[in-house]
């Protein structure tokens, strides 16, 4: 079988007018700047392997000039000194810019990472309510009065005290390829609520829609070099921004693996570091859920944007009782699925990002089948370069399978058959990561007992992928630590000082 992709351009005219300048630049300061280096990487349609245009290729001595561009923007006191109120309208201004742009970094976004146009519709309004939650955040930033039990104080003096919660300083965002702009939201609007500097850098399979996303948060009111933007590979750039030793936080969103390595390099300085890491989420269904909403679920579960998620549903254990049914099911949904480029309203699953990715999705499918395992539907490579992957179900796997353990991070799911509650817990706990989990049944003991056993931060019942700018989404275990969203997000930016006084 093969798959014929339509080579299609955005039809948003200023899509197409952002496009038109092919070598994009990198904001330092007031700046739009070229590497130093003079160094450019292809940005590609992953549908296609049309070249959409080229990005500075960054290095050491680029991220040196946005350490020192953010670091004079926070001792200057540019923003971190605004009123809550001031920071709050402009956070609140740059919501306002993407749902007015919308349309625009929709398109920007799909041909640049290629899932369809709806999820990019979800994405980018996802964004903008991210700016709208944290510019509530800003005039809610409190510290507390204590009353402290030191017994030497002077007579006729009262000791008192208070804490002030003050911006962190200087923050490094560096972020994944899957879901770009939503997730850089997720992490520049609680970093510019506290009142901290920051350099963002995006993936380099993915840069364009931030491009976009930076002259947008200039023209909202941020004051040069409180945003700055870098762009490049991550062994280069990354590694350089981790190592830097005048950045106070790298909050970082990508594989474990990264991670780990951004850990390492953060010792130089004592950096903090937020980790948002993989995933392998179980979708447990119950022989008591509505399997009309089930099924059609625990399908979305993995398949949104092409699997490409974080939290996807990845590994699927079904009732034996409902197994044959909601695998048939899952596996209708997977097979009626229209594949095609992103730009094509109709088109219900994109490609993965790249041909790499795309390539090691194929070799688990492929790793799982000569283990045993056996595939119901799916499992092929399509697309005149290779990067489509048909939406693949498979059964008869063994929990100690690599297809089992480890992350895909594309449209495979693995289903197991189970029997009884504590048997299902200990299955969906068996693995590194605790990302996610979703439980599909009617019955309010098996939903309540399962939510607080399983080891995961967070727990959907009868839903998955419910995202919102209030829920706070990150790891247990090796999926990471820290969280996103919600009102501890800005806490994540601001330390805490404690003023202790004789009065
Ligand atoms: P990745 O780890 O390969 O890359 C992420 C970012 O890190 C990129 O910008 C990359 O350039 C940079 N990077 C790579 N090597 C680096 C190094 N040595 N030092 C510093 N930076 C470096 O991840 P990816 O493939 O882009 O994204 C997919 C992964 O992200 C999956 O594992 C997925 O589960 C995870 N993810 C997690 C969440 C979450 O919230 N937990 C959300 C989305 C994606």
């Given at each position: 079988?093969?798959?014929?992709?339509?080579?299609?351009?955005?039809?948003?005219?200023?899509?197409?007018?952002?496009?038109?300048?092919?070598?994009?630049?990198?904001?330092?300061?007031?700046?739009?700047?070229?590497?130093?280096?003079?160094?450019?990487?292809?940005?590609?349609?992953?549908?296609?392997?049309?070249?959409?245009?080229?990005?500075?290729?960054?290095?050491?001595?680029?991220?040196?000039?946005?350490?020192?561009?953010?670091?004079?923007?926070?001792?200057?006191?540019?923003?971190?000194?605004?009123?809550?109120?001031?920071?709050?309208?402009?956070?609140?201004?740059?919501?306002?810019?993407?749902?007015?742009?919308?349309?625009?970094?929709?398109?920007?976004?799909?041909?640049?990472?290629?899932?369809?146009?709806?999820?990019?519709?979800?994405?980018?309004?996802?964004?903008?309510?991210?700016?709208?939650?944290?510019?509530?955040?800003?005039?809610?930033?409190?510290?507390?009065?204590?009353?402290?039990?030191?017994?030497?104080?002077?007579?006729?003096?009262?000791?008192?005290?208070?804490?002030?919660?003050?911006?962190?300083?200087?923050?490094?965002?560096?972020?994944?390829?899957n879901s770009p702009?939503?997730?850089?939201?997720?992490?520049?609007?609680?970093?510019?609520?506290?009142?901290?500097?920051?350099?963002?850098?995006?993936?380099?399979?993915?840069?364009?829609?931030?491009?976009?996303?930076?002259?947008?948060?200039?023209?909202?009111?941020?004051?040069?070099?409180?945003?700055?933007?870098?762009?490049?590979?991550?062994?280069?750039?990354?590694?350089?921004?981790?190592?830097?030793?005048?950045?106070?936080?790298?909050?970082?969103?990508?594989?474990?693996?990264?991670?780990?390595?951004?850990?390492?390099?953060?010792?130089?300085?004592?950096?903090?570091?937020?980790?948002?890491?993989?995933?392998?989420?179980?979708?447990?269904?119950?022989?008591?859920?509505?399997?009309?909403?089930?099924?059609?679920?625990?399908?979305?579960?993995?398949?949104?944007?092409?699997?490409?998620?974080?939290?996807?549903?990845?590994?699927?254990?079904?009732?034996?009782?409902?197994?044959?049914?909601?695998?048939?099911?899952?596996?209708?949904?997977?097979?009626?699925?229209?594949?095609?480029?992103?730009l094509d309203p109709?088109?219900?699953?994109?490609?993965?990002?790249?041909?790499?990715?795309?390539?090691?999705?194929?070799?688990?499918?492929?790793?799982?089948?000569?283990?045993?395992?056996?595939?119901?539907?799916?499992?092929?490579?399509?697309?005149?370069?290779?990067?489509?992957?048909?939406?693949?179900?498979?059964?008869?796997?063994?929990?100690?399978?690599?297809?089992?353990?480890?992350?895909?991070?594309?449209?495979?799911?693995?289903?197991?058959?189970?029997?009884?509650?504590?048997?299902?817990?200990?299955?969906?706990?068996?693995?590194?990561?605790?990302?996610?989990?979703s439980i599909w049944?009617?019955?309010?003991?098996?939903?309540?007992?399962?939510?607080?056993?399983?080891?995961?931060?967070?727990?959907?019942?009868?839903?998955?992928?419910?995202?919102?700018?209030?829920?706070?989404?990150?790891?247990?275990?090796?999926?990471?630590?820290?969280?996103?969203?919600?009102?501890?997000?800005?806490?994540?930016?601001?330390?805490?000082?404690?003023?202790?006084?004789?009065?």
């Amino acid at each position: 079988m093969n798959l014929i992709v339509n080579d299609l351009q955005p039809s948003n005219a200023n899509a197409v007018k952002f496009l038109s300048t092919k070598d994009k630049k990198m904001l330092i300061g007031a700046n739009w700047v070229d590497a130093v280096s003079g160094q450019r990487l292809n940005s590609h349609d992953p549908a296609t392997g049309r070249v959409n245009g080229t990005i500075p290729r960054a290095s050491k001595a680029d991220v040196d000039l946005a350490v020192k561009a953010a670091r004079e923007a926070f001792e200057k006191g540019v923003w971190r000194n605004k009123t809550a109120d001031e920071r709050s309208r402009v956070l609140w201004k740059i919501s306002e810019l993407i749902e007015a742009n919308a349309q625009e970094l929709i398109e920007l976004e799909t041909l640049d990472q290629g899932k369809p146009l709806y999820v990019s519709g979800a994405e980018i309004y996802g964004a903008a309510a991210q700016f709208r939650y944290f510019a509530g955040m800003c005039s809610k930033i409190e510290g507390e009065t204590i009353a402290p039990s030191i017994n030497y104080q002077p007579p006729g003096k009262r000791v008192i005290a208070h804490t002030l919660k003050e911006p962190l300083g200087v923050v490094a965002a560096i972020m994944p390829w899957n879901s770009p702009l939503v997730l850089e939201a997720m992490k520049i609007a609680p970093i510019l609520a506290a009142g901290c500097s920051m350099i963002m850098k995006p993936a380099e399979d993915t840069s364009l829609s931030t491009v976009r996303l930076a002259e947008l948060i200039l023209e909202a009111g941020v004051p040069p070099g409180v945003f700055n933007l870098v762009t490049g590979l991550g062994g280069e750039v990354g590694q350089a921004l981790a190592e830097h030793m005048d950045i106070d936080k790298v909050a970082f969103t990508g594989s474990t693996a990264t991670g780990r390595k951004i850990l390492s390099a953060a010792q130089s300085n004592l950096k903090k570091v937020a980790l948002e890491l993989g995933g392998k989420s179980p979708t447990i269904v119950f022989d008591d859920a509505e399997l009309d909403i089930a099924i059609p679920g625990a399908a979305n579960a993995i398949l949104w944007n092409t699997g490409q998620v974080c939290v996807a549903g990845s590994r699927l254990y079904i009732h034996k009782k409902v197994f044959d049914k909601v695998v048939s099911g899952i596996a209708d949904i997977a097979k009626g699925m229209k594949l095609g480029h992103g730009l094509d309203p109709t088109t219900q699953m994109g490609p993965l990002v790249n041909k790499v990715q795309a390539d090691k999705v194929k070799s688990y499918i492929d790793s799982g089948v000569s283990e045993g395992a056996e595939v119901v539907t799916g499992g092929q490579q399509l697309g005149a370069n290779g990067t489509f992957i048909s939406p693949t179900v498979i059964t008869k796997v063994k929990q100690s399978m690599k297809i089992v353990r480890e992350e895909i991070f594309g449209p495979v799911v693995v289903a197991t058959p189970f029997e009884s509650l504590d048997e299902v817990q200990h299955l969906a706990n068996d693995t590194r990561y605790g990302l996610a989990a979703s439980i599909w049944s009617q019955n309010l003991s098996t939903v309540h007992r399962l939510a607080a056993d399983i080891r995961a931060g967070t727990v959907w019942v009868n839903c998955h992928h419910f995202f919102d700018a209030s829920l706070p989404i990150g790891g247990y275990k090796e999926s990471g630590f820290s969280r996103d969203c919600g009102m501890q997000a800005v806490d994540n930016y601001l330390e805490t000082k404690t003023v202790c006084m004789v009065v």
